[in-house]
């Protein structure tokens, strides 16, 4: 969800710039602050015992993320890192709710970004029981493609994006990636990728 730049400094917002591979937050800490990205891109993660991690969203400049919890006054489920150099504005939850409570039309378009970010979620967990590497890999690509063109499209994702959003190593992404090219499922011109 985006809230106008403006609105935010006004109630209190606070600008910090990042470094790439900065924590913002870590699985299991109190949420404190409604994030929104100015600049750059953040990745959300969960990670197992085996210290495999997994992607929970991926954001980019004028998106927020990690409102669910702040909302509902429970801890993290997921760690936040910054993907590149990053401009964040912050702001407290008291401030964030006078500002839903000032601005009513936000609170319909945070309704709208939560209901998204449940339906994303519901289509990355049908990834996730796919049983074949190459099934989980079609089925995310197909999402990333939106499901309807027909015409293929450059994914703009690396090798290692698409492992931890599928939950395959990247070997097994890259192998699968080349069979399916040679099966001529996908298209891969300069190490990118088309599908």
């Given at each position: ?128 029981l796919c049983k074949s590497a ?53 298209k891969i011109i300069d190490h990118?990728?088309?599908?």
């Amino acid at each position: 969800m985006h809230i106008d730049y403006d609105i935010l400094v006004t109630y209190g917002g606070i600008v910090r710039k990042y470094d790439k591979g900065a924590i913002l937050f870590r699985e299991g800490d109190t949420p404190c602050y409604f994030y929104q990205l100015v600049e750059g891109k953040v990745k959300m993660f969960s990670t197992n015992s085996e210290g495999k991690d997994l992607i929970q969203g991926n954001f980019t400049a004028g998106e927020s993320f990690g409102e669910p919890p702040l909302i509902i006054n429970k801890d993290y489920p997921s760690t936040a890192q910054t993907c590149s150099e990053a401009i964040i504005i912050r702001i407290s939850k008291e401030r964030l709710l006078s500002i839903l409570h000032d601005y009513p039309d936000l609170q319909l378009k945070m309704l709208y970004a939560f209901a998204e970010r449940i339906y994303s979620k519901a289509n990355a967990a049908q990834i996730l029981l796919c049983k074949s590497a190459e099934e989980k890999i079609v089925n995310y690509l197909h999402l990333l493609k939106g499901g309807k063109q027909r015409e293929p499209i450059l994914i703009n994702k690396t090798r290692q994006e698409i492992a931890e959003s599928t939950g395959l190593r990247v070997e097994t992404v890259i192998r699968t990636l080349l069979k399916m090219e040679a099966e001529q499922k996908v298209k891969i011109i300069d190490h990118k990728i088309y599908y």
